[in-house]
């Protein structure tokens, strides 16, 4: 069976021995025709695959066990149609422990952006294409500089865009980052930040894989990760700084980050850095909370799972999974751009004006799982 594995979705194992980044993915082909047999086939290799995967050995334990009793008893022969058993699967999973991204999706692989939407899947041809990771780049006011971004996917084009916007607003006295519709991705776009940001090395995150994991796939795909001891049964990296040389300007602006409850996974790596060396200031609502990094594994007939196999979190301990990453300035999500600009001194009006022609399209509610 070919795995994909997404860490902190964007991080891919294309088979069970290499890691690479990937772009958001389409739908794969037309699936087999559902039938009950071939959705309990699907559910018992997932079970499989959870305990062997899953970033807890523990909760994947309970994760399994689960999954075969409602087989052996018969929970899962009554749904008719794939999105049904798949919704069901999910919220199973969901009610032995929450997690932000562990689901099982109906045939048609999901878009690694929508990782915790509904479970719904559009035919083959009819997807509607995902938002432009990187919107709106350029100086929104004097001074202030301003992007947003829907998801890092380490994109070389997106890459090199926001590197150019970083050095053509560079002396900006404000940067302000929108994260409020941003669904995840990887470190490319973070380790293109932050050595024009910070002026001194540091560890900003650790990222624990599941050493099963890492021995299969290796580690993940990013320069700026250091291996550390650490237990047996785990693979550690740290996500180090180094900053530029001469240091930017960019060191001494203000930053501000947008967040709401649909800012989640990488997005979150992001806020947490941000609010635990105080480098930035979060501005707007509590984050999604999908702390969880892991991958998208193929099924039987066409089925999917995104199986978390690693946890990030602060040097000090503290992750964010289901609980999310709190504000410094808590406001709706909807008034952040403005609180932060009539801050900076634009006045109210202006401000006004601002946020609006700058307000993400997508949506900013925090995706939920399960029956709860």
Do not use: C
Request: hydrophobic share 40%; aromatic share 8%; proline share 9%.
């Amino acid at each position: 069976m070919r795995t994909r594995f997404l860490a902190a979705a964007s991080l891919m194992m294309v088979s069970p021995l290499t890691m690479a980044q990937t772009a958001p993915q389409q739908p794969a082909a037309e699936a087999p025709a559902f039938t009950p047999a071939l959705g309990k086939e699907a559910i018992a290799n997932l079970a499989d695959e959870i305990e062997a995967n899953f970033v807890f050995p523990d909760v994947a334990k309970r994760y399994a066990a689960m999954l075969r009793k409602n087989l052996a008893a018969g929970v899962y022969d009554a749904p008719t149609d794939a999105e049904a058993l798949a919704k069901q699967v999910t919220m199973d999973l969901q009610d032995v422990a929450p997690d932000g991204h562990l689901r099982m999706y109906a045939p048609g692989l999901p878009q690694p952006q929508r990782v915790g939407q509904s479970s719904a899947q559009r035919p083959v041809g009819h997807v509607p294409p995902p938002p432009p990771a990187m919107e709106q780049a350029g100086m929104i006011a004097p001074g202030i500089a301003f992007v947003r971004f829907n998801a890092f996917m380490g994109d070389p084009k997106v890459v090199k865009d926001f590197t150019d916007f970083l050095d053509a607003t560079a002396g900006a006295k404000t940067l302000i980052i929108d994260a409020r519709t941003h669904g995840g991705g990887g470190l490319t776009e973070m380790d293109v930040l932050f050595p024009r940001i910070f002026d001194k090395p540091q560890t900003v995150m650790v990222m624990d894989t599941r050493a099963s994991v890492a021995e299969r796939g290796g580690p993940l795909p990013f320069p700026s990760l250091v291996k550390v001891d650490a237990p047996k049964e785990l693979y550690r990296s740290e996500h180090r700084v180094t900053p530029a040389s001469p240091v930017s300007p960019w060191a001494k602006a203000k930053v501000y980050y947008l967040t709401s409850g649909r800012t989640g996974s990488a997005a979150e790596h992001l806020a947490s850095v941000f609010k635990g060396t105080g480098r930035g200031t979060l501005v707007g609502g509590t984050t999604g909370g999908a702390g969880h990094f892991g991958g998208t594994l193929g099924l039987p007939g066409g089925f999917a799972a995104f199986i978390p196999f690693g946890r990030s979190y602060f040097p000090d301990g503290n992750g964010w999974e289901q609980v999310g990453v709190a504000p410094d300035i808590a406001v709706a999500p909807e008034r952040a751009l403005y609180e932060v600009l009539v801050r900076e001194g634009v006045p109210a009006e202006q401000a006004e004006t601002l946020s609006a022609s700058h307000m993400p399209k997508g949506s900013m509610e925090r995706r939920k799982l399960g029956r709860r």
